[in-house]
């Protein structure tokens, strides 16, 4: 379904992806972890084609995307649904014209339909009485949702959620975790990236730890719980010494900079 | 020594880079044409030329009458101590017609104008918007730039025209308050000077700074990085690269005119 080989990305002079290896099985939810500026923004772009790589392959739906242009990455990206870190909705529309807008700018969909699909994704969002709000109108939370109602609207088979809980407060995570498991039961794949612990738990299938430009520990979530790598448990537990911080407490200040600047 | 040199190489690298994407842009956007003749494309367009004369009006109103203003009091008062005062007309229509209504107007829309296109298409850029768009294989070109890029290129030449009757209005005040020209006497001069090719180079003028001012804006929004302090530098350079590039155009048109 999604098969990334060996994947190589250079940016601003640094191996961000360094023969990153990773499949992503039809149906599956996955859950990619790493610190800030790891790398999983880089990561969730090669899959639709926004970046890349300088070497490796891209596999999405069983075709091979990497070098291809916009025309012809038009096919993938309409299977595909992707979930900014803020939403990336367009502020002068409202929201129900944000999530209507794949549909509309096509022009192949008669305008009644369009509404009906716009009013059923806005309620599986629980976004269905905000439709005619702005985006500067409402809250962090509901600007990732309506984000996601604009990734559902047309059917994708595959999900792609950037941070779809950081800076949310527990209820608006659950909300989300809740979609992400509803979304999941319909068979849709998913690739989620996130640092909050509690919600890889609630919906991964696998959970993936990203370290060093590459793919540094993969398991269910009991393997992942229990894991002997060193690394996951510092990651889960956010121990400020260990594999993950290497070069002491000055590798610490430094990337915790850099994922301000990336995330 | 070396230093300096690496850091001019890249500057003059990082030019030629920008300058060549920017005039990609425009081929492109050029290319995409058709694609205004779809009933959103082309309701987005008349929504951004009334929302531009809109935000451009004011200003550019009142630049424009006391631009005429000093050029009468100047031109008068060289004119007057010849006792030419009657001429005052056609040098405050030809000035205003041929150079600088076009080129104030374009300065005016430069700044508020393109740094709003820059800034606006920049903090798409940043806040993923941009990438948004490309995933829904939206094309920004089509979609954001197009319709700039053609708003612009339509009102540049309505508020230069704009601009040179204000322009004119205000030196007739001056001619006839500071130096006794009737407003007949002003307007006959003026009318009489002015040829058409006067009004055709303002308005070819125009068009170049429109389709330059909307290019150059969308242009640095789109290769904008790194946040909000990216955004505010996307801006300057707009303003600061346009400012360049129309004062440099204005020069050789009039002079491939005048030729
Ligand atoms: N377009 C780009 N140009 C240069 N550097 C980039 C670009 N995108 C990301 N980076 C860098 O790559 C690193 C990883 O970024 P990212 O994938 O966004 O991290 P995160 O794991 O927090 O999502 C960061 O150091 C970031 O500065
Ligand atoms: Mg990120």
């Known amino acids: 379904m999604i098969l990334l080989e060996n994947l190589t990305k250079i940016l601003g002079g640094k191996a961000i992806l360094n023969g990153l290896d990773l499949q992503i099985a039809t149906g599956e939810t996955l859950v990619l972890l790493g610190r800030s ?37 038009k096919f993938v990206r309409s299977k595909v ?29 008669p305008t009644s339909e369009i509404n009906d699909r716009v009013q059923e994704v806005l309620k599986e969002v629980e976004l269905d009485f905000h439709g005619d709000k702005f985006p500067s109108e409402i809250s962090g939370g509901m600007r990732k949702r309506a984000g996601l109602a604009r990734a559902l609207i ?9 941070e779809p809980t950081s800076g949310l407060d527990p209820i608006s995570s659950s909300i989300i975790n809740g979609l992400v498991n509803r979304l999941k039961s319909s068979g849709i794949t998913q690739v989620l990236v996130t640092h909050d612990m509690h919600s890889a738990f609630e919906v991964a299938d696998r959970i993936a730890l990203l370290h060093e430009g590459k793919i540094r520990s993969l398991g269910n979530v009991e393997e992942i719980r229990n894991s002997a790598d060193e690394a996951v448990q510092q990651f889960l537990d956010g121990k400020i010494k260990g594999p993950l911080t290497q070069g002491a407490i000055d590798g610490v200040c430094d990337s915790e900079e850099n994922g301000n600047e990336a995330t | 020594m070396t230093g300096w040199i690496q850091a001019l190489g890249g500057f003059l690298g990082r030019s030629a880079e920008t300058t060549g994407y920017g005039l990609v842009l425009l081929a492109r956007t050029i290319l995409s044409l058709p694609h205004l003749f779809s009933r959103r494309r082309l309701r987005d367009c008349l929504d951004l030329c009334f929302t531009y004369c809109l935000g451009s009006f004011t200003v550019t109103a009142v630049v424009a009458l006391f631009t005429g203003m000093i050029l009468a009091l100047n031109g008068g008062d060289s004119l007057a101590s010849l006792g030419q005062e009657n001429l005052i007309g056609r040098i405050v229509a030809i000035s205003m017609i041929r150079e600088m209504g076009p080129f104030m107007t374009a300065l005016i829309l430069t700044a508020s104008l393109g740094s709003g296109i820059a800034a606006e298409i920049g903090t ?107 955004v505010g530098e996307a801006a300057r350079r707009a303003v600061v690269i346009t400012f360049l590039l129309v004062i440099i155009q204005g020069y050789y048109l009039s002079w491939v005119y005048l030729a």
């Open chain 1, 154 to 162: 047309s059917r994708p088979e595959i999900v792609l959620h950037d």
């Open chain 2, 124 to 230: 798409m850029r940043v806040s993923e918007e941009i990438d948004a768009l490309r995933i829904m294989s939206i094309s920004p070109i089509r979609f954001l730039v197009l319709p700039r890029l053609v708003a612009l290129t339509l009102i540049t030449p309505v508020m230069t025209i704009f601009a040179g009757f204000i322009g004119i209005l205000g030196a007739s005040i001056v001619a006839a308050n500071n130096f006794g020209v009737t407003w007949i006497a002003f307007s006959n001069d003026a009318l009489e000077n002015l040829s058409t090719g006067d009004v055709y180079i303002g308005l070819i003028k125009s068009v170049v700074f429109g389709i330059t001012i909307a290019t150059v804006g969308a242009t640095q929004g789109l290769l904008t990085k790194g946040g909000a302090t990216g």
């Open chain 1, 81 to 109: 649904g992707y979930l900014f870190q803020d939403g990336a909705l367009l502020n002068w529309l409202t929201v129900e014209e944000n999530v209507a807008l794949p549909l509309k700018e096509f022009g192949k969909t």
């Open chain 1, 37 to 73: 500026g790891t790398g999983k923004s880089v990561t969730l772009r090669h899959i639709v084609g926004l970046m890349t790589p300088d070497s490796g392959r891209v596999e999405v739906l069983g075709k091979e995307i990497s070098g291809h242009s916009e025309e012809e990455l």
